[in-house]
């Protein structure tokens, strides 16, 4: 039992389902709505991630099954599945729901990058979260078995359910089916959206509307992901001004912070410092654990890296690509794996032998994962321009003015792009980050005008975003005085702004790429005196900033108090990365 995790739902949870049940005593049926809903949302998710993962599987179904001589009902998905940390902490209040008809629940649920874990209820309001070590793992998908009580056993019958279902769920774009094994055909497809895809969409929406009170449709909805409350908006034009609702606006910011994301399952971070001393850069290495990130422990650059070179180490991107990190000093980069301590030098480019009165500019932009290929990959631009202090002759004319290079570990070579030059441009290290098969910075086009520019590693293509307006513009009506940070903030594309004379901070998530209307201001918070920028971020709304006295602290999102590190380094340059370990070697890919 050493994998066993008891927890006892004390206080909040036990609150919970008594309020559950004095809400919805005459209402029970509720409990098979809710756990359609989020088994719905389970397969959205996996829905979403196949978009850029050809790899996985388009299964996505809801399966019902009654077992009359067992008592039990089961409710099975294809979804994404949940890890252990989402089967202890994040159920969410409808799924306690089904105590209302329910003895015992067992839960069994395989996420698609996690193990099988097993949750199981006890009695005096407790449950037990164990590993399914045994069990024949399927790639995915959450079971959820309910034990009826014996005076609730109406919800073993086919035509109850099916009234459920057609009375709840016909906005569930997903096929569910009815197990009955008195028939030929065992398994009933019984959600009528599949059956008559031209009905009149709105009149099924007021239909179901009439059923969900308000404050139940503000539960459901904040739980959602930003992108599929923006397409809710259409069902219903109340919905479409919930953003408005300073009530449901709270709910949402809570779930968005509080949400855990697996992203975040066994990661630490690392600290990229390079203080100022006597006008000479030493760029230094830290991990940083704890449940205040109060435990900071040096690290060491690998030994290849020649003491020479130790002057500004940059770290490409906010976080390590399946545990590799991409390093870069001027025009030399480097793989790093920190957990094996294994590195490899990447081979400079072409162009490293352009003439000798050319100088050779070099931004890095991208360090990401092309999933389809099986292959990382680097992106940077190279600029070129003539040294006024040689002799020229006007024969000697270089052909270009600039380039854009992506290196592949698995050809180990570098490829021109074919990108024009217009492409925005980005100064800052702090802006880039990768997500979901692309690299994302803020860069600067020829007009000076800041974009979001998304990079597609798979379809070497490059989407640009507006960023939003999202700052009262009476206070100054100049826009070079906005300062703007990209962050990767819970697996969202956020954006910080605020202007370069105050403290007050206003965050944008942005849901669609390429979309500048998708932009959605979520956090407004400040005046923070003492604060001076931005660095980083780290899950449930923690962000590192720099102070005007040089020292670093977080600042957390939920309780907007703010912690210093302890550490001050004095008018440098830092970064922050989120780290997690792997034993991939990087030669497995480039041989």
């Known amino acids: 039992m050493a994998n066993d995790k008891v927890l006892v739902l004390e206080g909040e949870m036990s609150l919970v389902l008594r309020q559950m049940n004095k809400t919805f005593y005459s209402n029970k049926e509720i409990f098979l709505q809710e756990l359609i809903n989020n088994a719905s949302n389970a397969l959205d998710k996996i829905q979403f991630e196949s978009h850029t993962n050809k790899n ?26 949940m890890t252990k940390t989402d089967l202890a902490y ?32 006890q009695p005096g309001a407790s449950f037990i979260v164990n590993n399914d070590i045994n069990a024949q793992q399927p790639s995915r998908g959450t079971n959820i078995t309910l034990f009826l009580k014996d005076n609730q056993l109406e919800y073993l019958e086919e035509v109850t359910i099916k009234n459920l279902v057609i009375k709840y769920c016909q906005h569930i774009s997903h096929r569910i089916y009815l197990w009955n094994e008195n028939t030929k055909d065992d398994w009933q497809l019984i959600n009528i959206w599949f059956h008559n895809r031209e009905r009149d969409s709105k009149h099924v929406a007021q239909k179901l509307m009439n059923h969900i009170p ?27 001004l919930l953003f408005e609702n300073s009530h449901f606006m709270n709910l949402l910011r809570n779930n ?63 976080s390590s690509i399946n545990g590799i990190l991409c390093l870069y ?13 294994e590195f490899k030098v990447i081979p400079p480019s072409p162009f490293k032998n352009a003439p000798y009165y050319i100088y050779i500019g070099i931004k890095y932009h991208g360090f990401g994962y092309d999933c389809v290929r099986d292959d ?40 021109i792009l074919q990108l024009c030059d217009c492409v925005p441009t980005s100064f800052d290290d702090n802006n880039k980050f990768y997500l979901e098969g692309m690299c994302h910075w803020l860069g600067y086009a020829e007009s000076c005008i800041q974009h ?16 939003p307006l999202d700052i009262p513009m009476e206070i100054y009506d100049n826009k070079h005085f906005v300062r703007r940070q990209l962050f990767l903030l819970n697996q969202s594309i956020a954006l910080m702004s605020n202007y370069a004379e105050t403290t007050t901070f206003y965050i944008s ?64 340059y830092s970064q922050l990365v989120v780290h997690k370990e792997s034993l991939l070697t990087i030669a497995r890919i480039n041989s």
């Not at 159920?91 to 097993?118: E, M, N, P, R, W």
């Not at 400040?526 to 899950?539: E, H, K, N, S, V």
Request: glycine residues 6%.
């Open 56 to 81: 996985i599987l388009d299964d996505r179904v809801i399966r019902l099954i009654p077992h009359k001589a067992n008592k039990t009902l089961s409710i099975i998905d294809t979804g994404i599945g």
């Open 90 to 121: 994040n159920l969410g209040v409808g799924f306690y729901s089904t105590y209302l008809i329910a003895d015992k629940v067992i839960v069994t649920s395989k996420h698609k990058d996690h193990d099988q874990y097993i949750w199981e209820s």
């Open 214 to 240: 308000d404050d139940f449709v503000f539960s459901i909805l904040s739980n959602l992901p930003l992108k599929s409350l923006k397409r809710f908006g259409c069902v219903r034009r109340s919905w479409a």
């Open 256 to 318: 968005f912070i509080c949400n855990h994301q697996s992203y975040y399952d066994d990661t630490y971070l690392l600290l990229n410092l390079s203080p100022l001393y006597q006008n000479h850069y030493n760029s230094s290495l830290f991990s940083i654990s704890g449940e205040r990130f109060q435990n900071m422990e040096k690290l060491y650059w690998p030994s290849q890296i020649q003491e020479d070179y130790l002057e500004g180490i940059g770290i490409l991107g906010s």
């Open 329 to 341: 000093v001027k025009d030399l980069v480097y793989l790093w794996n920190p957990t094996i301590n």
């Open 376 to 415: 990382y990959k680097v992106v940077r631009e190279v600029s070129f321009f003539v040294n006024s202090d040689d002799d020229v002759e006007p024969h000697d004319v270089f052909p270009l003015s600039c380039i854009w290079e992506m290196y592949s570990l698995r050809s180990n070579s570098w490829t």
């Open 452 to 467: 979001v520019v998304s990079f597609d590693l798979i379809n070497k293509v490059w989407i640009t975003t507006l960023p």
């Open 509 to 572: 998530i942005l849901v669609e790429v390429g979309k500048k209307e998708t932009w959605t201001l979520l956090f407004v918070f400040g005046p923070i005196p003492y604060i001076a920028f931005p660095i980083g971020t780290r899950d449930m709304g923690n962000i590192l900033f720099q102070t005007h006295d040089g020292d670093l602290a977080w600042f957390n999102l939920n309780t907007h108090t703010v912690q210093k590190l302890g550490v001050n380094i004095h008018g440098g």
